[in-house]
């Protein structure tokens, strides 16, 4: 029975892979307002995903053996814990959707009982969050499980980043009712304070990695 079953494990292997390929082509179109199913992911990805961009921890491009999209970021982020900040790499997605150019950011970090991660898709004045798409492993259904859902995503369509100096701010998840006006807050997760303060974190954290690149590339950013 051991025997079957590592040789099921092994015959499954690839389609899981692809699986799992498929699934986050689905959320990085999802954080721009596309959506895929199974039979069509790829071909949209194709469509609408433009260009994958390396960068270094200083915000760069460079040329890597490996591409954007295979590039493990736990393992990037978890450099910074073991001295090798200086070897991070950050992958990045340029998105044309109707003539105009998104780039989409993934971002990864921890909630309440396992890991939580997601895609944050920026304007062309790389500050407007245009749209974000969360995913979680273990959270708890109806309260912070909800970070999958439509009504939380949508909370931070047109928040920005960077304050009306250029700084960089990030946006954080406020418990209680986040004014309509604050463009660097929005509302936490009703019952899930650990979950929502784990999204607030994770965006903070991730997202000052590509800041450098952000402005580096457009030297007319501003917080307007």
């Excluded at 009712?177 to 509302?187: A, E, P, R, T, Y």
């Amino acid at each position: 029975m051991a025997v079957l079953l590592s040789v099921t494990s092994i015959g499954l292997g690839p389609i899981q892979a692809k699986n799992i390929r498929i699934e986050k082509m689905q959320n990085i179109l999802g954080s721009v307002g596309v959506e895929a199913d199974v039979a069509n992911a790829e071909k949209l990805f194709d469509q609408y995903i433009k260009e994958q961009v390396v960068l270094n921890s200083n915000g760069e491009p460079v040329k890597n053996e490996v591409s954007a999209f295979d590039i493990d970021l736990k393992k990037e982020l978890d450099k910074a814990r073991t001295g090798k900040a200086d070897k991070q790499l950050f992958p990045l997605f340029v998105c044309n959707k109707e003539g105009r150019l998104y780039y989409i950011i993934p971002v990864r970090g921890k909630g309440l009982w396992g890991p939580i991660w997601g895609f944050i898709a920026l304007e062309e004045d790389k500050n407007t969050i245009y749209g974000a798409s969360f995913g979680h492993k273990t959270e708890t259904p109806g309260l912070g499980a909800e970070i999958e859902t439509p009504l939380f995503q949508d909370r931070f369509i047109g928040k920005k980043i960077l304050d009306e100096s250029g700084n960089y701010v990030s946006v954080k998840v406020i418990k209680g009712s986040s004014s309509s006006d604050n463009l660097h807050g929005v509302d936490a997760l009703s019952g899930a304070t650990v979950t929502s303060d784990g999204v607030s974190e994770m965006l903070q954290r991730t997202l000052a990695n590509y800041i450098a690149y952000l402005k580096k590339a457009d030297k007319n950013i501003s917080g307007h």
